[in-house]
């Protein structure tokens, strides 16, 4: 039985819906930011999937940007969590808010 787009799409929402939980539910900072990791993701396997349906590389080009975005944020966002746990010693969502004082 060959590997169709319909079994990528299908695991690109599972994935999908698993990082979607994961930010709504969650409470911890390093877990919702993994989470939005599994959402880019989700969205990778998509792109790549419908560039391979339909023969054409434009997906697979953004991807690769795709993949550069969450990098960059993933520097970016880890940075700005080392900074947090820094100062406040906890990595708890509830009390981001408290980073102005």
Same mark, same amino acid.
């Given at each position: 039985m060959p590997i169709t787009t319909t079994h990528y799409i =299908? =695991?690109?929402a599972a994935l999908f819906t698993i990082g979607v939980v994961g930010v709504m539910v969650r409470r911890n900072i390093i877990i919702i930011f993994?989470?939005?990791e599994l959402i880019l993701n989700a969205?990778? *396997?998509n =792109? *790549? +999937?419908f560039s391979q349906q339909l023969q054409n590389g434009i997906g697979q080009v953004f +991807? *690769?940007?795709v993949i550069a975005v969450a990098a960059a944020e993933a520097a970016v966002g880890l940075g700005i969590i080392l900074a947090f746990?820094? &100062?406040k010693e906890t990595v708890n969502i509830d009390e981001? &808010?408290?980073m102005r004082s």
């Open positions: =299908l =695991l690109s993994m989470s939005i969205v990778n *396997i =792109l *790549i +999937a +991807a *690769i940007f746990y820094r &100062n981001m &808010n408290v």
